[in-house]
């Protein structure tokens, strides 16, 4: 298992700097991580660091709490789109799903087409935390239906981040083709080893670097 190809290395802090992205790209070149994920204020220069090295350049729509007008998220998309992003993960709208309202589904097909139409790709952000297992087995066949490439756990801004009973539930209601990411509290290679075997596609994690020294200790 390489490991490395697993995890997006993410920095979403309040207070990060243009240094800050400067060595996150440098340390996703340096350990052959499979995406960075940056705040959307730091596209444009991360999408410039990266250059033609093969790293996703991952950023965040409708962040952290997911209820956005849709129009603001559809603006959002657009610009991350022309400043170089080419995976978006959107928050989805917990107020309107927990309503039981048809527009969070709406929501997530509008935003799915744009970033479609780009060659882009979309990740949900379910937010577990906030949901049952009934509403995550929900909300992950929703978004499956409104067209998302990815289900993903947590912001890691909500109390508590990835489960692995989540990521099992999440990998065992989307279909093959539907990849899982899991963020939010992952820190030690033996975290992101319960993730993977969950059923993790991806892994977010400000911790890349601790997480492939552990692995390369391990080997």
Known sequence: MDIN?????TNLKPTLTDKDIDALVVEAKAYDFVGV???PFW???AAREIGDAPIQLVTVIGFPLGYQMTEAKIAEVEKALNDGANELDVVMNIS???AGMPWAKIELAKCAKRIHDEGAMMK??????????????????????AGTDFVKTSTGFAPEGAK??????MREHAPSNVGVKASGGIRTLADARAMIDAGADRIGASAGVAIMKEWNESR
């Open 96 to 98: 309107a799903f927990k």
């Open 124 to 145: 949900v952000i379910l937010e577990t935390a906030y949901l049952s297992e009934e509403e995550i087995i929900q909300a992950t066949k929703m978004a499956v239906d």
């Open 164 to 169: 692995v009973n989540h990521i099992k539930l």
């Open 43 to 45: 596209v444009k220069k």
């Open 5 to 9: 190809r697993y995890i997006e290395h």
């Open 37 to 39: 994920c940056v705040p």
